[in-house]
């Protein structure tokens, strides 16, 4: 069974850091890249932040770029989003993906996690 989990979200102020964790198994997610996106209410699901598998590249959407980061640990199956400097505009729920294809297109991506909120207060 083909699993991505999700941790770390939660309340923070702004200004203030969160690192989201994502486990994958089930799969050799290791030669999958992988993505963050994220959904506040009333919006569509928004690219974050990609990774490709070997961690050669990423990639940012602009108003993450230089606070958040991306990264990756094969070993664990795992992949990383370190957020600083957190904005209320951050508000959402952060989902994890996982594709063999790269794209900021939300509907590309064929696995996916349960999601995690973070909500960013002023």
């Known amino acids: 069974q083909v699993q991505l989990v999700e941790s770390g979200g939660g309340l923070v102020r702004a200004g203030g850091s969160l690192r989201l964790s994502c486990a994958a198994s089930?799969?050799?997610?290791?030669?999958?890249?992988r993505a963050w996106f994220r959904q506040a209410p009333g919006n569509e699901r928004e690219f974050v932040a990609a990774i490709t598998w070997n961690a050669d590249s990423t990639s940012y959407v602009d108003s993450v770029k230089g606070r958040f980061t991306i990264s990756r640990d094969n070993a664990k199956n795992t992949v990383y989003l370190q957020m600083n400097s957190l904005k209320p505009e951050d508000t959402a729920i952060y989902y994890c993906?996982?594709?063999?294809?790269?794209?900021?297109?939300?509907?590309?991506?064929?696995?996916w996690g349960q999601g995690t909120q973070v909500t960013v207060s002023s």
């Open positions: 993906a996982a594709d063999r294809r790269l794209s900021t297109d939300w509907r590309s991506w064929d696995y």
């Open positions: 089930g799969r050799a997610f290791t030669i999958y890249h």
